[in-house]
Nanobody, 118 residues
Framework: QVQLVESGGGLVQPGGSLRLSCAAS????????MSWYRQAPGKERELVAT????????SYADSVKGRFTISRDNAKNTVYLQMNSLKVEDTAVYYC???????????WGQGTQVTVSS
């Protein structure tokens, strides 16, 4: 059974940091690129960051470049999102997603809430 379980969300003040984790099971994690998405209330889900299957390449949304870092540990089947200098507008539910290409269905986690507020 495929599972993606996010953790690490919570309430943080502006300027603070959080580290999200997404633990994967039930599929060959090292064969999948991994991404973090987020969805704020009343807004569409948006792509935040992506890392390739071996971790050799990353990409970021312009809104988080220089503040967020995506990484993965294939030995632990886990992907991370280090979020620094958090802003109120980063408040959202954060989801991880696993992709293997056009012919494969992506997998989604259930999400973890991040709230940035003073």
């Amino acid at each position: 059974q495929v599972q993606l379980v996010e953790s690490g969300g919570g309430l943080v003040q502006p300027g603070g940091s959080l580290r999200l984790s997404c633990a994967a099971s039930g599929f060959t994690f090292s064969s999948y690129s991994m991404s973090w998405y987020r969805q704020a209330p009343g807004k569409e889900r948006e792509l935040v960051a992506t890392i390739t299957s071996a971790g050799g390449s990353t990409s970021y949304a312009d809104s988080v470049k220089g503040r967020f870092t995506i990484s993965r540990d294939n030995a632990k089947n886990t992907v991370y999102l280090q979020m620094n200098s958090l802003k109120v507008e980063d408040t959202a539910v954060y989801y991880c997603r696993a992709d293997r290409g056009f012919f494969y269905m992506p997998y989604w986690g259930q999400g973890t809430q991040v709230t940035v507020s003073s």
